[in-house]
Structure formats: C-alpha cells, structure tokens
C-alpha cells in the first residue's frame, strides 16, 4: 500500500491551528454564547464568527457510505450512483484546546442527520447529485429540541486544459429546522462557483503523486437567514463567498485510520457586508460537500 507523505498534511493542519488561534482567544475574551444551534448541521468543522461577537464553534463527524459509484460506458448506458450520510454535529461552548474537541463537558448541542445523495451521470463531462437529509437534534442544558433538514440538487460540468481538470458547480438547496420551543426557520438559495484540480510535484518519489485542488463559489440565499444573537438584534446573511484550498492524492482518496478523504484542507467564508466569517476544514469538493 502507498503512504501518504507527511509534509503536505502536516501543513493543512499546522495551518488550521494558526488560522484558528486568534479566534480561540477572542472567544475567550467575549465569552458569547454560540448562534441558533440548529444551523451547526448545515456547518462544516471549524470556527464561525458574527460581526465581532458571537462565535460557535462546531465539529462534524461525516460517515460516508458508497453503496455504488456512477458511472456511464461508450454505449451510453448509465448506472446511478448511491451514497448514504450519517453525519453527527456538536456545537462547542469555546475551544482553547485539541482536548476540548473530546470534552463531554464542553458540548453544548448535538445533531443527527441522516440523509441519502443520488449521482446521475448524464455525460461523461456532466453530472447531477440531488441529495436530502432529516435528523433530529437537541440542546444541552435545556429541553430544546429540534428536526433537522435539508435538500437541494447539484450540477458539475467539467473541462479539461491539458493537466488542469476543472469544472463548473451550481446548486439549488432548502434547509431548515423546526425547534420545540423556539419555532422553525428555513432558507433557500443557489450556488456557482468553479473547482480545479493540478498535479504538483510533492510525494512523487514516494509513488503517491499529489495534487493541489482548490475552489471559489458564491452562494445567495433567497430569504436571508437570520442568525440570532445575544447582544444585539439578529443579523441577515443574505450571501456567502467561499475558496477552498486542498492537497489531495491522484491514485485515489488520502486514507487515515480507517477514514478516507477526498482531499485535505481550509475553506475560508465570508459574506458581502463582512457581517460574517469562518474557517473550517475541508474534505471534499464544493460537488460532493
């Protein structure tokens, strides 16, 4: 079997700790409580922030299972292709170290959202996900309690220049929850964005080549989500930017443990009015996260 050469993951992760230490300790210093918790299921790992107060962090726990890839032969028959989440989210009260990730103590929300994504292939260069997720979710500290859902349907058309693999990703999403005691809220909105993929020249000797994948989107949500707050009204979001960037292998997933991994490393996102930022790990690509 082929190791993976530590250098490159080494970086994403000496990376995420230093994006993440000036946050850790304006957390600290403001002692805030975390936005609606419910919202944490739609949330990748890592750290967000409202304006200059309220901040979550959140850790999401992905099991993935392919049932069947897709795929489509030079006759044009097509295989739809089946994969099956069960994703766990805890919402953290602060982190100022690793240990906090595992702290019972520290988690202050916990979700389970299970949910099934369907690949239709329908070319060789385009392909179409829609996927839906419902889960439940709930509160520590209190009875709150809440469903958890979301839908949409995604669309990647890609290219190829030479070594350079990159396509085009648009999406259409619902989600929402439905809380015991605090009401339901939901959002709509649409994705664009670009992803691309480079061999580089790292780990080539050791027989494990690797690429650099990295990614830019938009997303504009129809009814601007509210977020509340503790100190002040709730704040709208009405769109959100994201570029990723990843080391990722060419023969196949980055494996740890028993996890695999599409690629490894950050996603930093923002919105239009700077209102709201966040860092967070990232996994897979803007077509399969």
């Known amino acids: ?26 957390a600290q210093e403001s002692g805030s409580e975390p936005i609606h918790w419910a919202y944490s299921a739609f949330l990748g790992t890592g750290w967000y922030k409202l304006d200059s107060k309220e901040q979550v962090y959140v850790l999401r726990i992905p099991p993935r299972w392919y049932f069947r890839k897709s795929s489509i032969d030079e006759s044009g028959h097509r295989k739809f292709g089946i994969e099956f989440h069960f994703p766990l989210t805890f919402g953290l009260h602060k982190l100022e170290e690793v240990g906090d990730f595992i702290d019972i103590d520290n988690i202050g929300t916990a979700s389970f959202n299970p949910g099934v994504e369907i690949e239709y292939p329908v070319s060789s260069r385009w392909h179409l996900r829609a996927y839906a997720h419902l889960g439940w979710g709930r509160e520590y500290g209190s009875s709150e309690s809440a469903w ?26 619902l989600s929402g929850y439905d809380a015991k005691n605090t009401g339901d ?8 964005g670009l992803d691309f993929s480079y061999p580089i020249g790292w780990g080539s000797g050791s027989g494990s080549a690797l690429k650099l994948d990295w990614d830019i989107a938009y997303r504009w ?26 080391i990722a292998r060419q023969d196949g997933p980055i494996k740890v443990w028993f996890m695999k991994f599409e690629h490894m490393g950050l996603v930093y996102r923002f919105n239009s009015d700077g209102g709201f930022r966040a860092i967070t790990v990232n996994f897979r690509s803007p077509f399969t996260r």
């Not at 979301?150 to 999403?173: C, H, M, T």
């Not at 809220?185 to 664009?192: C, H, R, S």
């Open 185 to 192: 809220d939901k959002f709509t909105g649409m994705l664009a």
């Open 1 to 26: 079997m082929n190791r993976i050469p530590l250098h490159p993951l080494s970086v994403c992760l000496v990376l995420s700790l230093t994006l993440l230490s000036p946050a850790i300790s304006t």
């Open 221 to 246: 949500f129809e009814n601007n989500p509210l977020f509340p707050r503790t100190t002040a009204e709730p704040i709208s979001i009405e769109d959100n930017w994201e570029i990723g960037v990843a």
């Open 148 to 173: 958890i859902y979301d839908a949409g349907l995604k669309s990647r058309y890609s290219f190829q220049n030479g070594k350079l693999d990159w396509g085009i990703v648009n999406e259409v999403f």
